[in-house]
């Protein structure tokens, strides 16, 4: 008999010991691989929230930015108006400016409806700002022939008010082609009276606005147009000029006598932050707001073509903040002879009265220096806001050079292992702009509940190339 030959020790199996301290290192591979690919899961997940809320900022500010760049396009003037009181009442609402209006942190007191007086029209978040642009933003400014503009009596004699008639041509006096084809196109847009704006050759300073009562031809893209306008005397957006002796004799309209030189059609939009929640109608379910652009038949509380779906285009989710300040050459930081304030209250070209001068976050002078609506104890009826009182300068009217955009969103959805900052950097106060987080009903967003969104702040300074005088 042959004695089998015993197995080398290398053809040996594993012990069973072996196997589970295999298996044990085994799972915890796995369990580092499934944690280190659920952290990055987790990451990839914030920052595509991250990025879409970088993206909605990006493309509010660019929405914003562009139109209040074009504000008084065509020729509506600089001079604001802070102390304006709206009065649901006035037949005509006063206008707190022309080429660009501002409503401050609105509340439900100053009416949060986007149209005032409109209670069926959207609303803006509390404490929000409202911000209305108007100008000749989509549209060419026509050049006019000379006397083609000529507004008659039956007498023959020119007029300040009433209807106007002029043609405009398909070329402008330098023979540069001007095509007619997308005027005829918006003057005849279904259930709307464009609003047009005629600036005298004169001066830029005159000017007239009416609506548009009759065009000729009604399509296609002429080489004339024929355009009718009616001058309404009792519109806001034209301007208040003397008539007649002794000059006490105060109205709204064109210049007596006046002519036109350029033409274009005016358009107003205001930006606002819609108050939205996750179930419609329901203010108790989650906010989900977003930034909305309204467009207005100019200078009145009507949605553009009397369609109320022109109240609200939304143009980015998760923004939850529009505020807004205003950089005036005011005669800050006096108007004493020895130390001016405004651009031309001396000769030079040095020191803080040539520069639009922003004192710094706490400092005493935050509240009267040239930006309005940055720190929540400024007051717009102040008078420096409005009108100067240097010598030689008294009772012009302050211009706008700048605005200051900030808008503020939120991601979509809430990290429980993340807490947000506060809004201010400096300790003890929580401000953007005029806008105070806490102070109710902003402080709501500092709740642990809201500080689990993660937050972006973009702000953009824009120059108001058509605002000036």
């Known amino acids: 008999m042959t004695t089998p030959r015993p197995r080398p020790d290398h053809q040996a199996g594993f012990s069973l010991l072996e196997l589970l301290i295999a298996l044990v290192v085994a799972i915890e591979i796995l369990v580092a691989a499934a944690i280190a690919f659920d952290v990055h899961n987790k990451m990839a997940v914030v920052q595509s929230q991250v990025t879409d809320l970088q993206q909605s900022l990006r493309i509010a500010q660019y929405d914003v930015a562009r139109l209040t760049r074009m504000a008084g396009r065509g020729g509506l003037p600089a001079a604001i108006r802070p102390d304006a009181v709206f009065n649901p009442a006035d037949p005509i609402p006063q206008l707190g400016g022309l080429g660009i209006e501002l409503r401050d942190n609105v509340t439900d007191a100053t009416d949060r409806h986007i149209a005032r007086g409109v209670n069926t029209s959207p609303q803006a978040l509390e404490g929000t700002d409202i911000l209305i642009v108007r100008g000749c933003f989509s549209g060419s400014v026509y050049q006019l022939q000379p006397n083609a503009f000529l507004p008659t009596d039956s007498n023959g004699d020119l007029l300040a008010d009433g209807d106007v008639s002029f043609s405009i041509d398909a070329r402008s006096v330098a023979g540069i082609p001007q095509p007619l084809g997308p005027l005829v196109e918006q003057v005849n847009v279904a259930n709307t009276r464009p609003l047009m704006i005629f600036v005298s050759p004169v001066a830029r300073t005159q000017f007239g606005v009416g609506r548009v009562t009759a065009s000729d031809p009604t399509s296609g893209d002429p080489s004339q147009l024929q355009v009718t306008v009616n001058v309404?005397?009792?519109?806001?957006?034209?301007?208040?000029?003397?008539?007649?002796?002794?000059?006490?004799?105060?109205?709204?309209?064109?210049?007596?006598?006046?002519?036109?030189?350029l033409a274009c059609l005016l358009e107003e939009y205001r930006y606002y932050i819609r108050e939205e929640h996750e179930i419609p109608g329901d203010a108790t379910s989650a906010l989900r707001p977003r930034l909305t652009r309204a467009r207005f038949e100019p200078g009145t509380e009507l949605p553009y073509a009397n369609d109320a779906q022109n109240y609200s285009l939304d143009l980015a989710d998760g923004v939850f903040d529009l505020q807004v300040a205003l950089g005036l050459d005011t005669d800050y930081p006096s108007t004493s002879s020895t130390s001016p304030g405004s651009f031309e209250d001396d000769a030079d070209f040095d020191g803080p009265d040539d520069t639009i001068f922003e004192a710094a976050a706490g400092s005493t002078d935050r509240n009267h220096d040239d930006w309005l609506y940055n720190d929540p104890t400024d007051d717009p009826t102040d008078s420096q806001y409005r009108v100067h009182a240097f010598t030689g300068r008294v009772g012009q009217p302050v211009l706008l050079y700048h605005v200051r955009v900030t808008t503020i969103a939120r991601t979509l959805r809430g990290d429980p292992a993340y807490r947000a900052p506060d809004f201010d950097a400096t300790a003890g106060t929580d401000l953007v702009e005029d806008h105070d987080y806490d102070q109710a009903p902003a402080s709501n967003f500092k709740s642990d509940e809201n500080r689990k969104f993660r937050r972006r702040m973009l702000t953009t300074m824009i120059e108001t190339r058509n605002l000036r005088s």
């Not at 009792?234 to 007596?256: H, K, W, Y």
């Open 232 to 261: 309404d005397p009792g519109s806001t957006l034209n301007p208040e000029v003397r008539r007649g002796a002794p000059f006490n004799d105060i109205a709204r309209g064109m210049e007596p006598n006046m002519t036109a030189a």
